[in-house]
């Protein structure tokens, strides 16, 4: 193959959305994945809100009122998206013609413009993309310390036989009730439906370091439902998660971190699809400004739409407070999402969903010092001085 303008290395749904968006910005593009064709099966949802303007809408399997338990019940004032996953698969994929796909794992990047392949060939390109997920495979190298997981175990059941949890048009965000009838690592119930008169109900343990053990998660998940009399079928459909949330940044010099390489995942949430996907089409055209001209400026303009210093701040505030939750005491968990649940509802939007919004992110934070009682407030300031938890292995798990 020839010199492209622009590899992406990972067809995830990040890589593909950003190679379909250069291709519509008159670029010469190669996406590169080990398994180009292979189906996706994790199930995908973002805020409503968040959704991109060029999604199709039937690419939304199911939109329902969001709602949290903490302590007591909450209604969060906007509705949660399920999407159709092999919905976005075949409208991503419709943005690929033209795109030249290769089947292929990147080993690196020798030199700025080229890909190293296993097997020992190479690609070029003005600007290679690294939109290879979790693994960063043209990222920086793997540090020491553990990583912090979000872990989940979940089942696909009929709406009527989730009903004693999430009523119909609900989608649960999160239930923090300990009815899995444990105690020790905090963990709670994601309930959404999925269209169709179905309903995926997870165990999710938010953040741990390492991940909780998707057998904890799945022991939790039976107990919590046979305490609201629900008998799940033995052949119900699984769902297992498992993801880092703190991975670094990406700074290579000689390629773009994308997706959640980059990484844009929330480190307090887990969420990143939203991101990736609005932040695609602005990523392309801060490319094709510049290429095939100068492929310098295009991965310095891109890198900054990606990283500016808004969003480099709001990730810092958010890694913070991802490590306050890994350092909190498990019994406490619910009554500080008690305490965040009750904010105004600006304050609870920008948290969860404003990557660049430093003003937003500090007003929120400082709404939940003022509203924390004392231990509280110290828990939710001792770990932008401390350094980051090593390990929760010591906190006992149940
Ligand atoms: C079950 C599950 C449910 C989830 N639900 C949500 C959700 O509801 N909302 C949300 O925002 N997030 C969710 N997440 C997090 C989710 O991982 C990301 O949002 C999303 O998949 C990230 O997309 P991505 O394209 O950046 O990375 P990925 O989806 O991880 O894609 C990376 C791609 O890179 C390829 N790749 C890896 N290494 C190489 C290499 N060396 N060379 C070439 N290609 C490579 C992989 O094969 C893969 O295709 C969920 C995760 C899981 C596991």
């Known amino acids: ?35 180009p064709d292979r189906p996706w099966t994790a199930t995908y949802g973002m805020w409503c809100a968040e959704l991109p303007p060029d999604l199709p809408a039937r690419v939304v399997a199911a939109r329902a009122a969001g709602r ?13 998206a399920v999407l ?10 419709d943005g690929l013609a033209g795109v030249r796909v290769h089947a292929g794992r990147a080993v690196g990047s020798p030199e700025p413009g080229v890909v190293a392949l296993a097997g020992g060939s190479h690609l070029r390109a003005a600007v290679v993309v690294d939109a290879g997920g979790r693994a960063q495979p043209l990222g920086p190298r793997a540090g020491h310390r553990l990583p912090a997981e979000q872990t989940a175990y979940g089942l696909v059941v009929d709406a009527t036989l989730a009903a004693p949890l999430v009523a119909p048009g609900e989608a649960l965000f999160m239930d923090w009730r300990a009815d899995h009838g444990e105690p020790g690592w905090p963990t709670f119930l994601y309930a959404v ?21 998707l057998t904890v998660l799945r022991r939790r998940l039976h107990a919590r439902l046979a305490r609201h009399g629900i008998a799940p079928p033995p052949d119900a459909r699984t769902e297992k998660v498992s ?8 700074r290579a010099a000689a390629s ?22 609005r932040l695609a089409p602005q990523v392309a055209a801060a490319l094709a400004r510049h290429l095939p001209a100068d492929p310098g400026a295009a991965l310095a303009h891109a890198r900054a ?21 890994l350092r909190m005491p498990p019994a406490d968990v619910p009554a500080f999402f008690e305490v965040f649940f009750s904010l105004p509802e600006r304050h609870r939007w920008s948290y969860l969903t404003a990557r660049d919004d430093v003003r937003g992110t500090a007003a929120t934070m400082g709404a939940l010092f003022r509203a924390a009682d004392g231990p509280l407030r110290r828990r939710l300031v001792a770990p932008a001085l401390l350094p980051p938890v090593r390990t929760n292995e010591a906190a006992p798990i149940g």
């Not at 159709?84 to 994929?93: F, K, T």
């Not at 993801?243 to 990406?250: K, L, Q």
């Not at 810092?316 to 991802?322: D, K, Y």
């Open 84 to 93: 159709d996953v092999p919905a976005l698969r075949a409208h991503l994929d």
């Open 193 to 213: 439906p999925l269209g169709g008169g179905r309903v995926l109900l997870e165990e999710t343990s938010l953040a741990r370091r390492p991940g909780l053990p």
């Open 305 to 325: 739409g990606v990283w500016p210093p808004a969003a480099r701040a709001v990730h810092r505030f958010r890694r913070i407070g991802l490590e306050a939750l």
């Open 68 to 80: 949290a338990v903490a302590v007591t019940g909450h209604r969060l004032g906007w509705e949660y």
């Open 1 to 35: 193959m020839g010199r492209v303008d622009v590899l992406v290395v990972g067809g995830g749904p990040a890589g593909r959305a950003l190679a379909a968006a250069c291709g519509r910005a008159g670029l010469d593009v190669g996406l590169l994945d080990p398994a």
């Open 256 to 277: 773009l971190g994308f997706g959640a390489a980059a990484p844009l995942v929330h480190p307090a949430s887990g969420f990143s699809l939203a991101a990736s996907l």
């Open 243 to 250: 993801f880092p949330v703190d991975r670094p940044r990406h």
